[in-house]
Structure formats: C-alpha cells, structure tokens
C-alpha cells in the first residue's frame, strides 16, 4: 500500500499547485546521497498502475539517522526550495520523521503517512497495508485448511507462521477464516498471550485427537513465559539498525517438537514477505485508505501543519466509516501499540468476536467459500 499512498501524495501535490514532487530513492538514504527521483510530470496512467504495484516503487530502507544525518536532509530540501516532507512508513519512520522535524526547526512542514502491516502504530485505528496482508493471512489459512483436512491421513498438523514482530495483529487475521467451532485455524497464537511450549503441545494433541487434524497459526516470533521466542535458543542470528531482532522459524522448532511428541507428519508453512506483497489478495478498501492518507498529508502540510501522522478514525456504529485525523509524531516513533486483551480468548489460543468486528471491514469483503464433501 505504500504506493497507492505515493499515488496520492503526487496526485494531490500537482492539484494543490506544488511545481515540483520529489521522490527519494531508498527513502531517507536518497536524501543523505542525493538520489532524488522527478515525480512532477508522471501520467495518470502512470499513477495508476502505481497504485496497483507491489512492494516499494521508489526503494525502502531500514535506516536508522545518525548524527547530523536529520541536519543534512533538512539542509538538502531547503537548497531544492522543498517546503514540504512527506514520508510513509511504520514506527521507525515516525522517528526519522520526528529528527527531520526537529532539524528543520519550522522552515519545513513534515508528516507521516502510515503505513505497516504489522498495523501496530500508535494514534491510529488501523494502518493501511494491514487490511491486504490481513486478508492474505485469512484466506490462505483457510486454503490451507482444506490441504490439511484432505491430507489427514498422511500430514494430519500443519503449522503456519505469520509476520508481525511482536504483535498479534498479523497473526489474529487468521482467525478470520474461521465459521465453525471445528473450522481451522483450530489454535491461533500472539505475542500477547504468552504460553509454554508444553501447552501448546497438549492443545494441538487434544484438537488432533478430536478431530484428527490441526492448524495452528503463530507469529514470527511467538514467545514463551520467559519472553525468548519458541525455539530461538539465544542469540537472534541478526539485528536491524533500529534494534529489532530476527530468530530463527518458531514454527520449524515447533513443527519438529511436535512431530516428536504426537509421532505424526507435521508440515509446516512460512509465506514470509510474500504477505505484504501479494496483489491477488488486495483489499480495495485498503488501497482506498492507503490513497487517502497519502492525499490527506499533503493537504495538511499545506496548510502548514508539521510534526504529525496522518491517523485514521473510525466513526462508531454498525456500518463502517473512517476519517482522517493527526497524531504527534512523538505519539508514534518507536512505539508499538498491541492487540488488547478484550481482542484475545481467555485461554490465548484463539480471538474473539470482538476482534472480529475490528478486522472484518478491513479486508475488503467476505472471503471466498468452499464446499466440504
């Protein structure tokens, strides 16, 4: 969804009368490397096939500033007469956003636009990117079901692992494919409900034996009671510039264990960024909402407003409608915001009817049904 926010910052930019749209490549190490990219003169149609691409068309980063990094880009847009930054991203990008900010000391307006799907940002009802991913985690776990069922006989317990960090927003979605108490996912698990791996093993065990085959869903990096992540045994074997640690597959050590225990085939499944990144699954509600905020940010830098993301508010009642809204950039940068207990079943194997309710409207429509024979 980033690029359909891209569509409508230059889409929005060349209506409200700016000359020149910027783009830069990498993100932030464009700006550092003088990398710009001339975004003013694209077509529509252009834009449009913009909106519907996947991934990042100008290049991302995972880059965190260094000193005097903020000084130098503000330093770069005041030389380009740039007078507005806009940039999208999660939390990591809030806090760039927050140094340029400051660095600039209000001779730039500067907003967030947001965008993650691990849609745990603060100050936000959602993110955009989140409804398609979530829409992505729920019908594959559904298409995974009906494998599993029909391969009973010989691979009866298949485990899927879903990015997300340590939120369980990614990973809950799953749970939206489930219509009857014995659908699959039969367990799903979050980071805010740790269990002991003994648990899990005699939850899966008991479900198996009831029905004579499971499908579990965890996040990337599920943890124990004790905070590690399910089998990471240590060390995470890398560590991004921001200081998020990356293990090795919960899922595999899991899958392995209970292989062990059950003396059963067991498969597991790791879509890894393919989540974030498979258009067949887009949520048009989504795109739409990713397009918004993009358009929305322009709006208010030309207005003059800086130091804030654009939010996303949802109107209370039965029929869902959103608005945008602002949130201090401060609010968001570096903070994760989680899934609430009253989103989590007591016994921290599954969601609940609330969570339901939340996530539903973002994925863009029921998803596809099946017929079991």
Request: hydrophobic share 40%; aromatic share 16%; no cysteine.
């Given at each position: 969804m980033i690029n359909a926010s891209l569509a409508g910052v230059i889409g929005e930019a060349r209506a409200a009368g700016y000359e020149r749209v910027l783009g830069m490549r990498f993100g932030v190490l464009g700006a550092l490397r003088g990398d710009l990219v001339e975004l003013t003169h694209l077509s529509d149609e252009t834009l449009q096939r913009l909106e519907r691409t996947p991934s990042a068309a100008l290049g991302s980063c995972r880059y965190k500033l260094n000193d005097g990094d903020a000084q130098q880009i503000a330093a770069l847009c005041k030389e380009e007469g740039v007078e507005a930054f806009i940039y999208v991203g999660g939390n990591d990008s809030a806090d760039t956003s927050q140094q340029v900010t400051q660095a600039a000391a209000g001779q730039l307006n500067v907003i967030g636009v947001p965008k993650t799907i691990d849609n745990d940002l603060a100050g936000t009802d959602h993110c955009p990117g989140y409804g398609s991913a979530a829409r992505f985690v729920a019908q594959v776990t559904r298409e995974t079901s009906f494998d599993t069922r029909a391969m009973c006989a010989t691979d009866p317990i298949r485990l899927i692992e879903v990015m997300g960090r340590h939120a369980g927003w990614l990973p809950g979605a799953a749970w939206l494919a489930k219509d009857k108490p014995e659908d699959a996912p039969h367990l799903v698990y979050v980071p805010e409900r740790p269990l002991p791996v003994e648990r899990i093993v005699a939850d899966v065990k008991q479900i198996y034996q009831q029905l004579g085959w499971c499908v579990i869903v965890l996040c990337e990096n599920q943890p124990t009671p004790d905070g590690k992540p399910i089998g990471a045994g240590g060390k995470p074997r890398w560590v991004d510039p921001f200081g998020?640690?990356?293990?090795?597959?919960?899922?595999?050590?899991?899958?392995?264990?209970?292989?062990?225990?059950?003396?059963?085939?067991?498969?597991?499944?790791k879509p890894g960024t393919i989540q974030r990144m498979a258009t067949a699954y887009v949520s048009e509600t989504d795109r739409q909402e990713a397009e918004l905020v993009g358009r929305q940010a322009v709006r208010l830098a030309k207005s003059g407003v800086s130091g804030v993301m654009v939010s996303l508010l949802r109107d209370p009642g039965d029929n869902y409608q959103v608005r945008t809204g602002t949130t201090p950039l401060e609010v968001v940068a570096n903070q994760q915001k989680r899934l609430p207990d009253e989103f989590i079943a007591r016994d921290?194997?599954?969601?609940?009817?609330?969570?339901?309710?939340?996530?539903m409207p973002l994925i863009g429509g029921p998803l596809p049904e099946f017929e079991s024979l």
């Open positions: 998020h640690p990356y293990f090795d597959s919960p899922a595999q050590w899991l899958s392995q264990r209970l292989q062990a225990e059950l003396n059963v085939r067991v498969r597991f499944d921290g194997a599954g969601l609940t009817d609330a969570f339901k309710r939340y996530a």
